[in-house]
């Protein structure tokens, strides 16, 4: 039977050298009334130990953690692990550690997930929501025990949490105009429209399009789905078998756009020449379709970046959080 070593305790060091562990622990904080003699010899004991500070203890004393909490909706999705790359490096290069939890677009994982980040006594958490408002009277809860909240890509109406996020509606605007350059005027909008303003705001920006080109807005034209690849494809094919025509589709993300784009392509159409695809965000996943396509780039890296800098601001600099505006990061549409 394997046998595991106890862990060095501040107590340990204090008894070897026989002092008080309040001596040591003042000593390894370069506190001020503990001499130059007895700092050395208490680093040099914990270094020979082997001994390693307890975090969460430290973070109860000095009343921070230096961990950040880092919320996502999705592993599986290159935007967002592009973006957590992001904010793990600008967190590193300020003195903070990040932790990664995935709530899979489930409210009650995601309280599961604040609930624990709250638990372990985090700093701050940068939040990607699931949306409604189940969660709400957490959020609050959170604020009123001192935990900073940034929304990155998604944010949360109805409360003041800053966001870092592109302009969605401008990016819906111009990846449906370009469809329509291209003599497309039966385009379907995929995905969800209602609950995450992430999703309205693309929404509204596909029929400000269809607007401004003088093309009515269809509702048949409307496919909701939820945010998953299995119910795209689903939606997508039992549309597609009723032959109602269409030329183009916007698509709210990755996986839904690999779901319908599949779905085309099964029941034999081709990819752009019967239907241009107009996509936000996930690349990896949709090029797995091996057909051309216009996506958002939503520049995740700097999204991450920018997010990790705003909640580190807030909470080293101590002011209410409408000191601070919201960030919008410059989106793009490429062709891929």
Not at 83 to 111: C, F, P, Q, S
Request: neutral net charge.
């Amino acid at each position: 039977m394997r046998e595991f070593r106890k862990k060095v305790t501040l107590k340990d060091i204090a008894e070897s050298l026989s002092v008080t562990s309040a001596t040591v622990s003042k000593a390894l904080r370069n506190s001020d009334d503990i001499s130059l003699e007895m700092k050395e010899k208490v680093k040099k004991k914990a270094n020979e130990l082997s001994y390693r500070p307890n975090i969460l203890a430290r973070s109860l004393i000095v009343n921070s953690s230096k961990l950040l909490g880092v919320i996502i909706p999705d592993l599986r999705i290159s935007f967002f692990s592009e973006a957590v790359r992001g904010m793990y490096e600008e967190a590193n290069r300020k003195g903070y550690e990040i932790i990664l939890m995935v709530h899979d677009e489930k409210k009650e994982k995601e309280k599961e997930k604040l609930e624990f980040l709250s638990d372990i006594h985090v700093d701050g958490i940068l939040l990607n929501a699931v949306g409604g408002k189940a969660n709400y009277w957490l959020f609050q809860k959170l604020s009123e025990e001192g935990i900073k909240i940034v929304c990155w890509d998604r944010k949360l109406e109805g409360l003041e949490y800053k966001s870092v996020t592109i302009d969605d509606k401008k990016a819906s605007f111009e990846l449906t105009s370009k469809i329509i350059e291209l003599e497309r005027k039966n385009i379907v909008f995929l995905g969800p429209n209602t609950g995450i303003p992430v999703a309205k705001d693309r929404f509204e920006g596909y029929r400000e399009a269809l607007a401004a080109y003088s093309i009515e807005y269809n509702p048949m034209l409307n496919i909701q789905t939820f945010r998953n690849y299995q119910d795209s494809y689903k939606k997508m094919s039992s549309f597609l078998n009723k032959g109602i025509k269409i030329d183009g589709l916007v698509s709210v993300g990755g996986l839904i756009t690999y779901g319908a784009g599949k779905a085309i392509l099964d029941n034999n159409l081709s990819i752009p020449n019967d239907i241009v695809l107009g996509e936000f965000g996930d690349n990896d996943i949709v090029n797995r379709l091996g057909v051309p396509f216009y996506t958002v780039f939503q520049n995740p890296y700097k999204i991450g970046k920018a997010a990790v800098d705003l909640l580190i601001r807030q909470l080293e600099i101590g002011v209410k959080d409408n000191h601070f505006q919201d960030v919008v990061i410059e989106s793009e549409i490429l062709s891929r």
